[in-house]
């Protein structure tokens, strides 16, 4: 599929009759693993692929060796792949939009926060509106909100949210929201609502029945999979 299509498609499954799964890939041999396994579409985990880069997550990845991470991705899979773009790594948004579909990439999970601080919600949502200006429809906004990893509060995590859906983010994702509020999250943001799930809890299930469109892994999958290497060299 051409650009165009692959992020029509992938815009799509956001609206589809189920949930939309998707396991975060950290390099291409991840990537052909999850395309193999029938998933429709692939996100990229920043933190997973900064570790195999050799640095850690919070921008650190030299802007160049992220954006060759995500093309090289984008080339091993037919399926759409989104790109977890932290806060952007200090580009203005035309050229971020522009050097994010020159990888291949039909997506993107954009952060309101740097160096654990809050961006400005009226500057993150000038931003978001900038990037979908000069993205046009070829790039679907997920638009995290980081409210709850600086204990902020329900309100402030909703009036972001909303204010991100009406910059043109296609889909909110409120990252480490507790539980007993995602509902409330969902039903009071609208939209197309993502949640992160692992392998060891709360489950893709646990997110749905509690109003998220769309589930992903984060780092989870990539610490499992070293996790099982870990445990595995001492008995070689």
């Known amino acids: 599929m051409t650009t165009p299509s692959k992020a029509e498609a992938f815009r799509a499954l956001h609206h589809g ?29 920043s933190g997973a692929v900064a570790r195999v880069l050799g640095y850690d997550d919070g921008q650190l990845t030299p802007v160049a060796e992220m954006f060759e991470a995500v093309a090289r991705i984008a080339r091993a899979v037919d399926v759409p792949v989104t790109a977890d773009m932290e806060a952007g790594y200090g580009l203005d948004a035309k050229e971020f939009a522009e050097r994010l ?17 809050l961006v400005e919600v009226e500057r993150q949502a000038d931003y978001l509106s900038a990037v979908r200006a000069a993205a046009g429809a070829d790039l679907v906004i997920n638009a995290r909100v980081d409210i ?89």
Do not use: M
């Open 148 to 236: 709850f990893i600086t204990h902020g509060s329900v309100d402030e995590a909703i009036a972001r949210g909303r204010a991100y859906r009406r910059a043109g983010a296609d889909c909110v994702y409120p990252i480490a929201a507790p539980l007993d509020v995602l509902q409330k999250l969902a039903t009071d943001i609208g939209g197309p609502f993502n949640a992160h799930a692992k392998p060891n809890g709360p489950t893709a299930a646990d997110l749905i029945a509690l109003g998220a469109t769309r589930i992903s892994y984060g780092t989870s999958l990539h610490n499992f999979t070293t996790d099982v290497l870990r445990e595995l060299l001492p008995k070689l």
């Open 17 to 45: 009759p189920t949930p939309l799964l998707l396991p975060n890939a950290w390099d291409p041999v991840s990537a052909r693993a999850i395309a193999e396994a029938g998933y429709p579409a692939i996100a990229t985990s």
């Open 101 to 117: 579909l020159e990888t291949g990439a039909v997506g993107c999970n954009l952060e309101d926060s740097v160096d654990d601080q």
